[in-house]
């Protein structure tokens, strides 16, 4: 499913949406599917959705999958700038004017970043670039970024009651985010779980070494 705000979805504004709130959503559409005691893999931001998941609904989850995850408040100097636009306002007005533009010239060093060491892979000159930045996308995208910092600070005081099975995943040659200070650390503060450094792979590693990461999604079923 998409999280709210991006693909096709909508992103309401009646709340701030989260990883606990995106988490209650997912949990309420598995229980509309019949989906019981899922899996959750999350990659990036997604991987505090699936932890926030693990954390509340300790009873409905058989395990999760943490890919290339910030798990704690650590300083980003990307965050004003890519936060800007869901300022209100202000950022409604940058959404439909300048930031689509300056983020379609970011947009190749940006995917070099994310893949580095490894190539940006050809199928990824197929990906809708502009559909990721449209004035709604961007605005869901500016929302978690603004969001990341206080919800990782509000998290991590409850990583240590974690019980159930984690599988923790990380590129090795990360230059996103630095997995040393958050996937390896996070290793280190919960008891049920398994580390997985793809030594190949950057922030993408579910693309750059896909079978160590199913490997990892097997692992969490065991």
Request: glycine content about 6%; hydrophobic content about 45%.
């Amino acid at each position: 499913p998409d999280r709210p705000g991006h693909g096709h979805s909508t992103r309401p504004r009646r709340e701030w949406w989260g990883p606990r709130s995106q988490a209650a959503l997912l949990r309420a559409l598995l229980a509309r599917i019949g989906i019981e005691r899922p899996i959750v893999f999350g990659h990036s931001f997604g991987a505090l959705v699936a932890l926030a998941f693990a954390l509340d609904y300790p009873a409905d989850t058989r395990g999760v999958v943490l890919a290339s995850g910030y798990y704690f408040p650590t300083a980003r100097l990307d965050v004003p700038f890519m936060a800007s636009p869901a300022v209100p306002l202000l950022g409604d007005l940058m959404r439909h004017t300048v930031s689509p533009l300056i983020s379609r010239a970011l947009w190749p060093h940006m995917l070099r970043v994310l893949f580095s060491p490894a190539p940006v892979p050809r199928y990824f000159q197929l990906f809708p670039t502009w559909m990721a930045l449209r004035p709604s996308q961007l605005r869901a995208a500016a929302e978690e970024a603004a969001l990341l910092v206080p919800s990782a600070a509000s998290l991590q005081r409850r990583y240590g009651a974690l019980d159930v099975p984690a599988v923790i995943v990380a590129g090795a040659q990360d230059r996103y985010l630095d997995p040393s200070r958050h996937s390896l650390e996070l290793a280190r503060r919960i008891a049920h779980r398994e580390l997985v450094v793809s030594p190949r792979a950057g922030h993408m590693v579910h693309h750059v070494d896909p079978r160590r990461v199913l490997h990892a999604i097997e692992a969490a079923a065991r």
